[in-house]
C-alpha cells in the first residue's frame, strides 16, 4: 500500500483519536486544568505507544512545569539520521465561552473541519506524525495489517530515520521549564534535524514552509529630572523638561529611511538571498486585503527598500509601545514634570542577538540623555529569534515531501512568533525544518478553532514522505 492509501484507509481511525485527545482541556494557563494537562500527555504516551513506538513516556521538567511526552522510534539502521519532531499538547484558555458554536472540549465535525479547542494548535498536527511514521512503514512493506494496532503485532519494521517527538505541556504559557527540560535531557534528544510542527502555510492552496520568526526584546526608560513638578512660569526654560529629552529620544531611533539608529543594530542582520526575496513576492499578496486585517491602516509604512512581507518577517523593527508623563489629566496644569516613562519593544532577525541590542540600547540612551536629567533602562525577558536557510538539506527535503503530498511548488513564509525554537536548535545545536499545515483561518488562540481534515491527512502524507527525504539527505 502506498502513503497515500495507507493515510486515507486510516483516516477515520485517526480523527477518531484525535477526538479522543480534544476532549480533555489542557490548559496550561489555568492551574485548575494542571490534572487535564498531565492526562493529555498521559493519552499521548499511550496512544503513541500503541502506535507502535517503542518508547513512550511522559516526563516532568524540572523546576515543577507541566509533563512533556517524549516518544522513539529507531531505524533498524543505527546509522540513520535522528530526527526530533517538537510541538505541544497544551491548548490556550477558551474565554469568551459563549462565542463558540459547540462547546470547545466537545469536537464535532462541519463541513470537513473538526472545530475543537487544541485541533489546529497543535494536537491535530502532533497527531498527524503518528500516521505519517506508520504509512511510511506501510509504504516500505513494513506493517502487517492495514490497521495501526496491528504494527507492534506484526513486528513491523522501523522508519527510515530515528525518530523522536518531543511535545511539550507548556507552551501556551511560556515555555518557562521547557529549555531546562531540553538541558537536562540532551542526550536522549540529541538530533541531526529538529522538525518543528506548530506553524502555518500561506493558504490551503498555496502550501509553504516557514523558514524562521523573529525574536523579542521589550525594554522601559525613565527619564528623571526636577525631584518633583516644577512651575513653568517660575522655571521653564531654565532647566531640562524630562518629557522633552525622551520625545527626542524615541524620535530618534529611525532615521529618515525608516532604519533603527542604535549602533551596530544592522551588523548581525542576515539579508535575504535573492532566492528569498523572489519567492517572497510570489505569494499571492494583496495590499490593501492586508492593510484592512491590520486594523484598517491608511497605508503600508516601514524601512525603505524593503515589501512589506519583507519589512515583517525578515527585518528588525523598534516599536514604541507607550509613553507617558506630566499632567494628562483634564484641563492644563503648566508644569514641567519630573519624570517621563516609554516602553519600546524590539523584534529581532537572524542573527541578533538580545543581549547585543539591549546592551546598544542603553549607549543610546546614555547618548541622548541631556545633562541634569538621570536615565533608568530596564531589559524585559527576551526571545531570540530563528531562522532556517532555503538552501539547507534539511529544509529541502521538508520541502520535496511537502511538495510531493500537496503535488505543488510549495513557498515559503516567516511567522513572528514567540515559541521556544531557538532554545530547541541552540541546545540541541541543530537546524530547524518547519513542517505544518495550519492555516490563519484556523482561528487558532481564538473561540471556534477548527481545522481542515483534508490538510491534516496532507500533513500525515508529508510526515511520511518526510522521513524518507531526510534518510536520504546529506545532513552530517
Ligand atoms: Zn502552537
Given at each position: ?112 473541519r473538526l472545530l475543537g479547542r487544541g485541533a489546529s494548535d497543535d494536537k491535530g498536527q502532533v497527531l ?349
Amino acid at each position: 500500500m502506498d502513503v497515500r492509501g495507507y493515510v486515507e484507509s486510516n483516516a477515520r481511525e485517526f480523527i477518531d483519536d484525535l477526538k479522543q485527545w480534544l476532549t480533555i482541556p489542557s490548559i496550561s494557563a489555568d492551574p485548575a486544568r494542571h490534572g487535564d494537562v498531565r492526562h493529555s500527555a498521559a493519552w499521548l504516551a499511550g496512544h503513541l505507544r500503541s502506535a507502535g513506538f517503542p518508547v513512550a513516556e511522559v516526563w516532568d521538567p524540572p523546576g515543577g512545569g507541566l509533563p512533556a511526552v517524549f516518544a522513539e522510534w529507531p531505524a533498524a539502521d543505527p546509522a540513520a539520521p535522528v530526527v526530533l519532531v517538537y510541538g505541544h499538547h497544551d491548548v490556550q484558555p477558551v474565554e469568551p465561552l459563549e462565542e463558540w458554536h459547540s462547546p470547545p472540549f466537545e469536537p464535532a465535525e462541519r463541513d470537513g473541519r473538526l472545530l475543537g479547542r487544541g485541533a489546529s494548535d497543535d494536537k491535530g498536527q502532533v497527531l498527524f506524525h503518528s500516521l505519517g511514521v506508520r504509512a511510511s512503514i506501510a509504504a516500505r512493506g513494513g506493517l502487517g495489517g492495514s490497521s495501526p494496532r496491528a504494527s507492534t503485532a506484526s513486528g513491523a519494521t522501523a522508519p527510515p530515520v530515528s525518530l523522536k517527538l518531543i511535545v511539550e505541556g507548556e507552551e501556551e504559557s511560556g515555555s518557562e521549564h521547557f529549555a531546562a527540560l531540553l538541558r537536562r535531557e540532551r542526550d536522549r534528544l540529541a538530533c541531526d534535524v529538529i522538525v518543528i510542527t506548530d506553524t502555518t502555510m500561506w493558504a490551503a492552496d498555496v502550501p509553504s514552509m516557514c523558514t524562521g520568526m523573529r525574536g523579542l526584546l521589550p525594554v522601559e526608560v525613565t527619564l528623571t529630572g526636577p525631584v518633583r513638578d516644577l512651575h513653568s512660569g517660575s522655571f521653564g526654560g531654565g532647566v531640562p523638561n524630562p518629557l522633552h529629552a525622551m520625545a527626542s529620544l524615541l524620535a530618534g531611533l529611525h532615521d529618515e529611511a525608516g532604519r533603527v539608529t542604535l549602533p551596530r543594530f544592522y551588523d548581525r542582520v542576515l539579508p535575504l538571498s535573492d532566492e528569498e526575496r523572489d519567492l517572497l513576492a510570489r505569494l499571492p499578496f494583496d495590499e490593501k486585503h492586508w492593510l484592512a486585517e491590520a486594523g484598517e491602516s491608511g497605508a503600508a509604512h516601514g524601512e525603505q527598500g524593503f515589501s512589506t512581507l519583507e519589512r515583517i518577517w525578515a527585518r528588525p523593527t523598534a516599536e514604541v509601545n507607550g509613553m507617558w508623563g506630566g499632567h494628562t489629566g483634564p484641563g492644563s496644569k503648566t508644569i514641567i514634570p519630573r519624570a517621563a516613562h516609554a516602553k519600546i519593544s524590539f523584534r529581532l532577525v537572524a542573527d541578533q542577538d538580545p543581549a547585543d541590542v539591549a546592551a546598544a540600547f542603553r549607549e543610546y540612551v546614555a547618548a541622548r540623555t541631556p545633562d541634569g536629567l538621570t536615565a533608568a533602562v530596564s531589559i524585559q525577558p527576551a526571545v531570540r529569534p530563528c531562522h532556517s536557510p532555503i538552501t539547507s538539506p534539511a529544509v529541502l527535503a521538508g520541502r520535496r515531501a511537502m511538495q510531493r503530498a500537496f503535488g505543488r511548488e510549495v513557498l515559503f513564509t516567516k511567522e513572528g512568533g514567540s515559541g521556544p525554537e531557538a532554545d530547541l536548535a541552540e541546545i540541541l545545536a541543530a537546524p530547524l525544518v518547519f513542517v505544518a499545515v495550519g492555516l490563519d483561518a484556523d482561528q487558532i488562540h481564538a473561540p471556534n478553532e477548527s481545522v481542515d481534515l483534508s490538510l491534516l491527512l496532507r500533513g500525515a502524507e508529508a510526515s511520511a514522505y518526510l522521513w524518507d527525504e531526510l534518510a536520504a539527505a546529506d545532513l552530517r
